[in-house]
């Protein structure tokens, strides 16, 4: 289920606690995701997923104001397809048949099977693979050859709706995250990288203002027919400084080979948060990185004094000066990537 305009921790944790009255098995997926296994609420209620369903709704509207997109299946891959799949506000439940699964899944693009990213689903669009139903047509061992063993064997069972994934009950990770929403659907990647560049810089004064570090990064892309990827990655070590999230950030952009794709939204989440003085440090050889450290520490004071939008990095200032925006930059180190 899907949360709409969440953007606290606290009202995440409060809305967690409502799920908990239907069901003790939930995973959340910050900053505004859930799954649900209602299995054995179904036994208890004596009730049908749909309206167990519709009663999360309206409490989570009446006590809390916010709107729940709902999707259910008989696995988490067909009730997340389900939800992506469902008008803001309403529930869409996949009934346990074989020919209800099937219906469901085979006309829709390959790109709406979670785990095929726009690379992928070009690369089976080159062999006219474009639907679900086609894609579970296709022979596993031609699959294989296309993809490799494991993707092809996996995507193959996902595409006529194996998915033996668990709901796995979790405490809350504890994150932060922060988006960038585009004027109009936006191809240019430049553009892309720019709004991921500003996002790091966002993330990153966050985690420092707090005093925190982060061991992972995550990325979502939202494109223009409202279908979304995300990727994640583990950091070399846990950290909260900006150049650092934003060559992960990049490498997670580049790694999806996104080619003038309609982009919509970008956004970054900071996982694994952990207090900064308990985070470990790997020494350098050099003085550069201590500058770099020192540099941010200064940017950092200087933006507390006078506010955040005082200081951003240079591709950003050069960015605003392009179209007719900001002033000069002046350039705070040789190596000039921040600037005032």
């Not at 979670?114 to 679900?132: D, E, F, M, V």
């Not at 990727?231 to 003038?260: F, I, K, M, T, W």
Request: aromatic share 4%.
């Amino acid at each position: 289920m899907h949360f709409h305009e969440v953007r606290e921790r606290a009202l995440l944790d409060q809305l967690l606690t409502l799920i908990e009255d239907f069901t003790p098995v939930c995973q959340p997926l910050p900053p505004d995701t859930v799954d649900v296994d209602l299995t054995g609420s179904l036994t208890y209620f004596d009730d049908n997923p749909q309206h167990i369903a519709q009663m999360i709704q309206i409490r989570a509207l009446a006590l809390y104001g916010v709107r729940t997109t709902i999707g259910g299946g008989n696995t988490v891959q067909l009730a997340t397809m389900a939800a992506a799949a469902t008008a803001p506000g309403r529930v869409t439940i996949v009934a346990p048949t074989d020919a209800a699964i099937a219906a469901f899944l085979r006309p829709r693009r390959v790109a709406d099977l979670p785990g095929i990213g726009p690379a992928t689903a070009k690369t089976l669009a080159r062999y006219g693979i474009s639907t679900i139903g086609e894609l579970a047509s296709t022979p596993a061992t031609v699959l294989t050859r296309i993809l490799g063993s494991a993707a092809g064997r996996q995507l193959h069972a996902r595409a006529r709706g194996d998915d033996p994934r668990p709901v796995t009950r979790t405490a809350l990770v504890r994150s932060t995250s922060t988006s960038h929403t585009f004027a109009r659907d936006e191809l240019d990647a430049g553009e892309h990288r720019r709004a991921l560049l500003g996002l790091a810089d966002e993330l990153g004064l966050r985690l420092r203002t707090k005093g925190e570090v982060c061991r992972s990064l995550a990325l979502t892309v939202r494109y223009a027919d409202g279908s979304t990827t995300t990727r994640s990655r583990a950091l070399p070590e846990a950290s909260h400084h900006s150049p650092v999230l934003a060559a992960a950030a990049r490498d997670l952009y580049a790694n999806l080979g996104l080619q003038r794709a309609r982009v919509t939204q970008i956004a970054i989440r900071a996982e694994q948060l952990a207090a900064a003085d308990s985070a470990h440090h790997q020494l350098q050889l050099g003085d550069t990185d201590d500058k770099a450290h020192r540099l941010e520490v200064a940017t950092d004071a200087a933006r507390s004094r006078f506010g955040t939008h005082v200081i951003k990095p240079a591709a950003l200032a050069e960015h605003h000066q392009e179209t007719g925006h900001g002033s000069l930059p002046v350039s705070l180190s040789a190596r000039g990537p921040w600037v005032s």
